[in-house]
């Protein structure tokens, strides 16, 4: 079963600073940092001290929660630093690396059977690449989804090219394809769009169902993905990856190591140097950008522009992310700014002059200003334009914050997470955090459900 | 402009908490961020935002509200020089010549003044106060309100009457529930229904449309009376209406700028067409049916006739698409709309009492928007609870 899905709501943000296709040079840092945050919803209970010597994929964490799950090592090297924030919160395990690496080896069944991956993806930590929704969260290993996603590609802002990301892995991707397809009782969907995934590689993957998908952000949503595919409803729970988690689990039942090396893309206006580079999770900003800064009053993000993690340049790029954006801070003062015609500037709306003159193939710096005030809700039908789903999302936030469970059941929580209120929230008048709010609901519901 | 800059940052520790005028710090903060919009970053979720704020949002209706403005300034002058030398309705042609453009606009320009003045002052001055105790910021909503308000009322209105209707407008209608974005009626609308049941004589009859001081003359009915009183016969002509040299409140009676300004709205993506275009269907459809029922003589008058005369078309551009006040889902906006416009000219031809029946349908129909919206939404949640069920019954 082959089919073509169009989605029409939303928008592509023409942002300055796409990397072109090519490869940077290999950078080595001298400090990697796992960051327990990362993971959402996860109790950390650390099992390292610092000092400890540990190999790429010995455990680090555990989960308080669910004791089968464990956060691994990405890199083999020195414990050197635990750093914890308020209230004693877990922030950052600093590992100073030791070259070559040294991978801890996995014994793969001989049996693949499903008790068998689910007991080696928790032992090696690659089980926290399975996410699930509802809700975005690590999957749980004691449920069966009854469809397993995976979105081929990212339609966010200067997201990677989706073909450059997967070249040279196309086994891994395979072999990591027949593993989890053993974790399911129904298919893999395998969504590609075909004005991004031009790659023929795609088509000929097998123990999945190909579909298409075209259309502007946030069409490489997963939750757009599955609204179109098979809704979410109460009760059901599907299981979601991306590419490269795919490729890690080829990986580790090729070879029994835990290798997550991947391409990270380096983004946005302020970089001189842009491109891939082959790294690993939790290496430090400083090392990623050194020269290749244009100024200095620049936001770091781990992730994209629109939902990713404000990382600042002695932050360290997040577990999941294979993407860095450097944008301008907007810490500045607009004399008249909410009355003057900002020709020059970029508004997918007609109430900034720019559309006078915008050209299509035109690019534009964006900063981090709020521009503007919060305000209560006031324009009624601004985010429709951007949210493609059959969910009303002022009523859906407000049912929210007024903390109803049954209303937020009924207007379709479990179909949606944060990630899918980025651009509403980019065109909110009213300059209120929605994922944020969104944030707190599924949190919310998951205390209120469990 | 760093003189100002500067010049704020030295006073504005006046004004933060334990500062000797902490008691204006809402005041201070509304004229600082009219002059610049603040220095503040992303924190949480996205980090870029789009350049549109709700001040931008407000001054484009403003935009779109100027040429309006100007226009009532002059036909209020008109009409006054009009009576003055007795001349038809039809007649502004020969006005215009005898008393030359800008001597009619001054007069008209003299006469409004005043009355923006005291709409925004009065409402202004609630806003600042309740930003003030609730120590929230001053909320750009009363700009569009203020502006709205004047051109809503017949230009003889007595100033201390639209300031009083004003403030209650503003206090009752808004600040009791929370504020912009709060409200359920139209605050504009709500100060002209407040005038029109406490100081009927002042907003009804024919004497009130224009301003006639130190004229012995009494001025001549508009076409809305004319059609209430079944003598639409001695109506001005269409050109002259939808032109808007006729006797009326001081916005409403230019129909092509109203249209203009509507395209205006929607090519900025400020106004919702999906109100606009069903309440102006939910009226032709009514006035067909009176054409085809045909009783009397209002019912008669050709159903597009009801977009000329009186406040409709104003009041489905510029109040019924109020987002805040309007139905909230797309599905629910043309209901609200349609019904809009039906009620608008139910009103008007079977209820003689009120002539006008666009400010009483907006209003409501605000008071219905929640429960339109209420329906659409249960809809939307018994299609997921439908779907949840299918997909059970599939697996059983």
């Given at each position: 079963m082959k089919e073509h899905f169009k989605i029409k709501k939303g928008l592509d943000i023409p942002l300055e600073g796409v990397a072109p296709l090519k490869d940077l040079p290999n950078i080595s840092s001298d400090k990697y940092a796992i960051l327990p945050p990362d993971f959402r919803l996860l109790t950390p209970r650390l099992l390292v001290q610092e000092g400890d010597d540990i190999l790429a994929g010995e455990p680090i964490i555990q989960n308080k929660l669910n004791e089968n799950i464990f956060i691994t090592s990405p890199i083999s090297g020195k414990v050197t630093a635990i750093i914890r924030g308020e209230k004693r919160i877990l922030k950052q395990i600093i590992i100073t690396p030791k070259f070559p690496q040294e991978y801890k080896i996995f014994n793969i069944p001989t049996t693949l059977d499903r008790d068998n991956i689910i007991k080696l993806l928790l032992e090696s930590g690659l089980w926290v690449n399975i996410k699930q929704r509802p809700y975005g969260i690590i999957a749980n290993p004691s449920d069966t989804p009854k469809a397993i996603y995976i979105s081929a590609f990212d339609s966010s802002p200067l997201a990677p090219d989706p073909d450059y990301l997967i070249k040279g892995e196309e086994k891994n991707f395979q072999k990591g394809i027949d593993i989890i397809k053993k974790l399911t009782s129904g298919p893999i969907y395998l969504n590609i769009s075909s004005s991004r995934n031009k790659s023929d590689f795609y088509k000929n993957i097998k123990n999945v169902e190909l579909h298409y998908f075209e259309g502007p952000h946030p069409v490489g949503n997963v939750s757009v993905?599955?609204?179109?595919?098979?809704?979410?409803?109460?009760?059901?729970?599907?299981?979601?990856?991306?590419?490269?988690?795919?490729?890690?689990?080829?990986?580790?039942?090729?070879?029994?190591?835990?290798?997550?090396?991947?391409?990270?893309?380096?983004?946005?206006?302020?970089?001189?140097?842009?491109?891939?580079?082959?790294?690993?999770?939790?290496?430090?900003?400083?090392?990623?950008?050194?020269?290749?800064?244009?100024?200095?009053?620049?936001?770091?993000?781990?992730?994209?522009?629109?939902?990713?993690?404000?990382?600042?340049?002695?932050?360290?790029?997040?577990?999941?992310?294979?993407?860095?954006?450097?944008?301008?801070?907007?810490?500045?003062?607009?004399?008249?700014?909410?009355?003057?015609p900002k020709f020059t500037k970029y508004s997918p709306s007609r109430m900034i002059m720019n559309w006078l003159i915008r050209s299509k193939k035109k690019k534009y710096v964006l900063d981090t200003n709020m521009h503007g005030e919060e305000r209560p809700f006031v324009l009624s039908d601004q985010y429709d334009k951007y949210f493609p789903f059959d969910i009303y999302p002022v009523y859906l936030l407000k049912a929210i914050l007024s903390e109803n469970i049954e209303q937020m059941e009924n207007l379709g929580i479990y179909e949606i997470v944060e990630e899918d209120f980025a651009l509403p929230e980019y065109a909110c008048v009213s300059k209120i955090n929605l994922q944020e709010i969104v944030r707190k609901g599924i949190d919310l519901m998951i205390k209120e459900t469990t | 402009m760093n003189w100002l800059r500067s010049f704020l940052d030295k006073i504005k520790p006046n004004f933060e908490k334990g500062g000797k005028l902490y008691f204006l710090h809402s005041t201070f903060e509304a004229f600082e961020v009219f002059f610049f919009v603040p220095n503040k970053v992303t924190e949480k979720g996205s980090h870029i935002r789009d350049y549109v704020d709700l001040k931008r949002l407000m001054t484009h209706v403003l935009i779109a509200l100027a040429p309006i403005v100007l226009f009532g300034m002059f036909n209020v002058g008109l009409q006054h020089f009009r009576l003055q030398l007795g001349l038809d309705v039809d007649a502004w042609g020969q006005v215009v010549k005898e008393i030359g453009f800008w001597r009619i606009f001054w007069y008209g320009f003299l006469h409004i003044l005043p009355i923006i003045v005291v709409s925004y002052v009065s409402g202004l001055a609630v806003e600042f106060a309740s930003a003030q105790i609730r120590h929230h910021q001053v909320n750009e909503g009363f700009l569009v309100t203020g502006m709205l308000i004047a051109l809503i009322v017949p230009p003889t209105i007595p100033l201390w009457m639209l300031s009083v209707a004003t403030i209650f407008a503003v206090i009752f209608g808004k600040e009791v529930f929370g504020g912009t974005g709060m409200n359920f009626l139209n605050p504009a609308l709500l100060t002209r229904a407040f005038l029109f049941f406490a100081y009927p004589a002042s907003m009804s009859g024919d004497a009130i449309w224009v301003a006639s001081k130190g004229l012995d003359v009494i001025s001549g009915p508009t076409p809305l009376a004319l059609a209430a009183q079944n003598q639409f016969v001695q109506a001005p002509s269409l050109l002259t209406m939808s032109l808007g040299f006729i006797p009326g409140s001081i916005g409403e009676t230019s129909k092509i700028l109203i249209i203009l300004a509507a395209i205006y709205l929607i090519f900025t993506g400020v106004a919702n067409l999906r109100v606009m275009i069903s309440a102006l269907v939910g009226a032709a459809a009514m006035g067909i049916i009176f054409n085809l029922w045909g009783a009397n003589e209002y019912m008669q008058i050709p159903f597009y006739y009801h977009f000329f005369i009186g406040g409709f078309l104003f009041g489905a551009i510029f109040m019924a698409t109020d987002p805040v006040t309007s139905a909230q889902t797309p599905t629910g906006k043309i209901y609200y709309g349609l019904l809009i416009g039906i009620f608008c000219v139910l009103i008007r031809v079977v209820n003689p009492a009120y002539p006008e029946g666009a400010m009483l349908a907006i209003l409501l129909m605000n008071v219905f928007a929640p429960l339109i919206d209420h329906l659409v939404v249960q809809q939307n949640i018994n299609r997921r609870k439908k779907r949840a069920l299918l997909s059970q019954t599939i697996k059983s």
């Open positions: 993905q599955i609204s179109r595919i098979s809704p979410i409803n109460k009760g059901d729970i599907y299981w979601y990856l991306y590419p490269q988690d795919v490729i890690f689990i080829g990986r580790l039942f090729q070879n029994g190591k835990l290798d997550l090396h991947r391409k990270i893309v380096l983004t946005g206006s302020e970089l001189t140097d842009r491109g891939y580079i082959t790294t690993l999770p939790g290496i430090s900003m400083q090392a990623l950008l050194n020269n290749r800064l244009k100024q200095n009053n620049v936001r770091v993000i781990s992730g994209n522009a629109l939902t990713g993690t404000n990382a600042g340049l002695d932050g360290f790029l997040s577990y999941y992310d294979n993407q860095i954006t450097v944008i301008p801070e907007g810490n500045y003062y607009d004399f008249f700014g909410w009355v003057a | -």
